[in-house]
Every structure is written in C-alpha cells, then in structure tokens.
C-alpha cells in the first residue's frame, strides 16, 4: 500500500482551503498512492484556540455537507481511499471527526474523538462532544485502516482496542503545535504503539502559523516493528509518501507473541476503574 500524509496548513477562507485538499489528493492520486490522509481539522483554522463562540460552531458541517460530499466524488473519480478530519455537526452536537471514504466513493463510517480535552490554546470541551462511534476499524480497497484523533492516541486502551479489532494502518490526524511536548515524545509514542501493537501508525500533523499557535508539521510513519519509515519536514507544506508492506502486520512482534499471550481475564477489574 501507497501511504500519502497530506501536511497543509489552513486559513479562514474555507472554500479555498478545500480547493487546497482536493488539488492535494489529486496530486497524491497522480503520484499512485492508495490512502490519502488530512490532519486535523485540515479544512479550517484551528477554532479552539479561542473559547468556542456562537460564530465558531455555526461552521460545523455535517457528513453530507460540502467537504464529504466533495471527498466522495473524487475518491470514486480516482479510486482511491481517503481519511479525513472536520469539524462535524449531528443535530445539536458538535463532534472532531474522522469519515473513511472508499475507493468507490462510498462513506464506510466515521470515528470521532472520543477523549476530549481543554488547556490553554487547545480548549475543544467547548466544541466537541465526546465520540459516540466507539473504534471502528474500516475494512477499505486498501486495507484494514483504523482511526485515532489527536488526543485519542495518548490512551493506551485505545491503541490496543484497534489492534484486538485487526488494523494494519491506524491513522492519527493531529493539531500538534511547535514546542507543545519535550522533542521526540510523539514519535517515541506511535514508536511503542506501532510496535506493541503490530501495526502502521500514520500521523498526520498540520502546519504553518495561526492565531495563537504554529503547527510544527513533521508528520511520519511508523512500522510494526517501531521503526519510523518515512517522515516530512518541520514547517514545511507537503505530501508525506511511505510505501508499507501489510505483510509486516502478520508478521510482527505483536501478532505473533505480544497479542497472544494476553491475559485479558486478569485486566478486566484494572480497565474499569
């Protein structure tokens, strides 16, 4: 499978933001890739910030509205899988959110964030209600692709939860911003996570300066056995490629040892506390 990670900064010119992401799949489409993958909120500029306002959440869109629907027409077009991230609206709610779209253009489901949290520049309690779709794992024309958003991909159980699901590629869309953690720290996690739990981590950063933060890009890839495959630059605006080779998955550490030599029964008690 071709990965294609698209690192594209966003403004508040929405409509041109989405022309940006199209003329990017198209070009990862053109350069043969079989996933295409945004960060988070690729289409927006990165409203939490700012307290959310009426203003602000007035711009979620729900999964017919304009961004999907044009996703879905051109991943049909071109024949290839695409992972998104908006800024949905179901009803009253509000949710960060990931829909998986098929080769063919069909919208398989999509995952929302299920762990949501609120700090200084990052306060989403305010935007977002926590996801109500569980984990799913999507069954794509390019493999078994799993989703963790941004936050998500800090909670063990989450990462392991896709494993026990069959995932070969989890893509993590993020909003991470320069000087946000200590050097190194995100990569060594999607590291361990890829490597105790026997799949591809894709991670896919935004970039560029906003309001209050600049994102730092350096999106990468990481193979089952931890190493790190493929990585794009810090502050750059570019298309991140890895070639992955899904036999690894069966392969690995994990699903050959780690995996089955779990003692669920005992973690139960320890999970629900």
């Known amino acids: 499978m071709k990965l294609a990670l698209v690192q594209q900064p966003a403004t508040p010119d929405l409509d041109a933001n989405l022309a940006r992401g199209l003329a990017a799949f198209d070009r990862a489409a053109d350069a043969g890739a079989d996933l295409v993958a945004f960060a988070e909120l690729a289409f ?81 309690q305010g935007y977002y209600a926590p996801g109500d779709q569980g984990l799913p794992v999507y069954e794509t024309a390019a493999g078994r692709i799993g989703v963790a958003i941004c936050y998500d991909r800090h909670y063990p159980e989450a990462m392991r939860a896709l494993a026990l699901s069959g995932a070969e590629v989890v893509v993590i869309p993020q909003a991470g911003a320069v000087g946000e953690w200590p050097e190194g720290l995100y990569e060594a996690e999607m590291r ?47 298309i991140l490629y890895a070639d992955v080779d899904l036999g690894a998955v069966q392969t690995s550490h994990a699903r050959r040892l780690f995996l089955r030599d779990r003692r669920p029964e005992l973690y139960a008690d320890w999970l629900a506390r």
């Open 44 to 124: 927006h500029p990165f409203w939490p910030q700012r307290h959310a306002r009426p203003q602000t959440l007035a711009h979620a869109e729900p999964l017919d509205g304009p961004t999907v629907t044009a996703f879905r027409e051109r991943a049909k077009e071109r024949g290839v899988v695409v992972v998104l991230n908006l800024f949905e609206r179901e009803g009253d709610r509000t949710f960060d959110s990931s829909p998986v779209i098929d080769a063919d253009g069909a919208l398989l489901g999509v995952t929302r964030m299920v762990h949501i949290t609120d700090y200084e520049a990052f306060h989403e």
């Open 192 to 238: 361990v996570a890829a490597f105790q739990n026997g799949y591809y981590t894709a991670l896919v950063n935004r970039v560029g300066p906003e309001e209050r933060l600049t994102f730092a890009g350096e999106s990468f890839v990481c193979a089952p056995d931890g190493r790190v495959v493929a990585r794009a630059g810090e502050g750059t605006e570019e």
